[in-house]
């Protein structure tokens, strides 16, 4: 975990500070620069509109996983576990996710084939790459696109603002 928030950190023009002293613990001070224009903020959510999730797994028991989360979260889910499903879902009209979740090893192709075509069908939707292998896979990395992130596994679920404890 610390090696993604160091990664966040440092992307954003921060750093991190360690102070530690044996037997007293460690404490890390994260230093970010402040933003020099005003940041909009992102769009209230409609209470009616679940966010549309298209979530393409194709490990059974991570995909019945992951999309109970998200559920759980308050998204709807379109579960798939091909990337041929995932395109055919894509061409639905009627379907228009908020967000694509896809994993980088799929059992008919992998992320870095399917994404640019699921992009030209869904060219403002926000992808996830996630697998537990994106260091080690030999496969080049994402071109630089604003909306598509990797994010390594196993990851963990965060807090929420309502479930935070002070």
């Known amino acids: ?19 530690s002293a044996p037997g007293e613990g460690t404490t890390l001070l994260i230093h970010l620069p ?16 679940a966010v549309r999730v298209m979530l393409v797994e194709d490990e059974d028991e991570l995909r019945c996983l992951f999309g109970e989360a998200l559920r759980h979260s308050g998204c709807e889910v379109h579960a798939v576990a091909t990337g041929a499903e995932a395109e055919q879902l894509a061409s639905q009209p009627a379907f228009a996710p908020h ?3 896809c994993d980088n090893r799929l ?5 870095i084939t399917v994404l640019p075509k699921l992009r030209r069908k869904l060219p403002r939707v926000p992808v996830i790459l996630i697998s537990a292998y994106l260091d ?3 496969q080049p990395s994402l071109p630089n696109d604003a909306l598509t992130e ?11 603002v309502s479930e935070r404890v002070d």
Do not use: C, N, W
């Open 136 to 138: 080690t896979d030999g």
């Open 107 to 111: 059992s008919d192709t992998d992320g």
């Open 34 to 49: 402040m933003a020099t224009q005003g940041i909009a903020a992102p769009a209230a959510p409609d209470d009616r509109q």
């Open 99 to 101: 967000v694509l979740v």
């Open 1 to 19: 975990g610390l090696t993604v928030i160091y990664g966040l950190v440092e992307r954003a023009g921060g750093h991190i500070d360690v102070e």
């Open 150 to 160: 990797r994010l390594p596994k196993p990851f963990l679920r965060h807090l929420s």
